[in-house]
């Protein structure tokens, strides 16, 4: 199948991995998306699968396009270009962009026709089953109406099966918004919303953006932010239970995805054929250790992507950061900045989000994100996460919490990076990740006394 890979030059000429974008002029069978995880060992086919390939192509290509830019300005001396909350990537977005703004406008002004139950209760809120079933009965259209007739239509005719574009685009799309079985959102329904864009990808949805990664940043900070937005006021409107979370020992009970890109934010400035930097942080960025600040987050927040994660932490849980948060605030004593904090991210959601059973289970898969074995996908590393997957199905809740999982399929420096394959030895940001709780103690599990930052 012929297609097209767009994106920044590398130092030797090459271009870094993007994700494909298909050509309309060859012909593309459709799939119907199916759930094919149904059991452990499973998640092994799946860290093979072109679909795995291809959303760690998506992340990698939006993260980096995130990191801030060395740029000649017109007195030809260099000057630093970030890319926050509110930019004109936002404001003044593409129109591809812009017209999804309005699709996830029109999504959240459904909370209004469904509002919730009054009176107090242990689980979700039971509107939110209303909420969903208004949202699925109404899909269709809301893509017609927001979608450009070259994806809809890509490829002509519907396959022999009798799918189309719309049929794939629908499941990742609606499986972004919760579950209205569970009354609950996790970080693979998070997967799923960024599946949907994948899929708008690799149909041509976002030709009309700029290259170098002007229409990625569109994408993050167009899209995906105001998409977490709704997704944060279904949370609070419904008290969505967090899918799969393990307490506090998972990183966020929503959200994983934010971290990533907000980090990129705050990483230290490359020009636009230099790799992701592993290490350091921009001029004069906020210190990690600052997220334990409540007035230094509200400040924050209206910019970056990673603080703004951190404020809706801060808006629906109480007390000490370090008691409710310990994962997030155990990163706040990197030391080595916020290209350090990007690497881990990357780390922490191949091991947390795509190795993970509980997350991974109710991942669908067509022809777009496709279940059929990456030709170049190395064996999986047999960790000892992997191998103590579950052996059957269970329903289990669409997102994950600790361990690890194995290496992914790239090998340049921009690629997502191995996690460690042992829990307390070598984590996503050093040797101290996750910190161990000291032998009877009774506070924080970590040698800080207090969720103060030091220094």
Not at 184 to 198: I, K, R, V
């Amino acid at each position: 199948m012929a297609s097209t890979q767009g994106s920044s030059q590398s130092q030797a000429g090459q271009p870094f991995p993007a994700l494909e974008v298909l050509d309309p002029s060859t012909p593309h069978r459709f799939v119907r998306p199916a759930k094919m995880i149904n059991e452990g060992p499973d998640v092994s086919h799946f860290l093979t699968s072109k679909a795995y390939r291809d959303i760690g192509l998506f992340v990698m290509q939006l993260n980096r396009a995130m990191c801030p830019r060395k740029i000649k300005g017109d007195d030809g001396k260099e000057k630093l270009q970030t890319f926050q909350i509110g930019s004109e990537y936002e404001t003044k977005p593409a129109e591809s962009v812009r017209k999804l703004q309005e699709l996830l406008s029109k999504v959240g002004s459904y909370i209004d026709e469904a509002p919730p139950d009054p009176g107090p209760r242990r689980f979700g809120n039971v509107s939110f089953r209303k909420w969903h079933q208004l949202l699925e009965e109404r899909t269709s259209e809301l893509l017609h109406e927001y979608l450009p007739r070259s994806v809809l239509e890509f490829g002509g005719e519907t396959s022999g099966g009798g799918a189309n574009a719309l049929d794939e685009l629908k499941t990742y799309f609606l499986g972004g918004f919760g579950s209205a079985q569970r009354l609950d959102y996790g970080t693979g329904h998070e997967l799923s919303f960024l599946a949907f864009l994948g899929c708008l990808w690799k149909l041509g949805a976002f030709q009309d953006g700029q290259a170098n990664g002007d229409i990625e940043r569109n994408i993050v900070l167009g899209v995906f932010e105001p998409y977490l937005r709704v997704v944060r006021r279904l949370i609070l409107t419904y008290t969505l239970e967090p899918a799969g979370s393990h307490g506090v020992w998972g990183l966020d009970d929503h959200s994983f995805q934010p971290y990533i890109y907000g980090s990129a934010q705050l990483t230290r400035a490359i020009t636009d054929s230099e790799p992701m930097p592993l290490e350091g942080s921009l001029f004069r960025a906020p210190k990690p250790a600052t997220v334990v600040k409540s007035e230094y987050v509200d400040e924050e927040r209206k910019r970056n992507m990673y603080f703004s994660a951190i404020g809706f932490i801060n808006d629906v849980k109480k007390g000490p950061f370090w008691e409710h948060s310990p994962i997030l605030f155990d990163i706040s004593g990197v030391k080595d900045g916020w290209g350090k904090i990007n690497k881990g991210m990357i780390k922490m959601f191949n091991a947390e989000v795509l190795s993970k059973f509980p997350v991974v289970q109710h991942f669908h898969f067509g022809s777009l994100f496709s279940w059929e074995q990456d030709p170049d996908a190395t064996t999986p590393e047999q960790s000892i996460h992997l191998t103590n997957q579950p052996m059957t199905y269970s329903p289990m809740p669409a997102a994950g919490g600790g361990g690890a999982g194995m290496a992914a399929p790239w090998a340049q420096t921009t690629a997502m990076p191995p996690p460690s394959g042992v829990p307390n030895s070598r984590g996503p940001f050093g040797p101290s990740y996750p910190a161990p709780r000291p032998q009877g103690s009774t506070g924080a599990p970590w040698s800080r006394s207090s969720d103060r930052p030091s220094g």
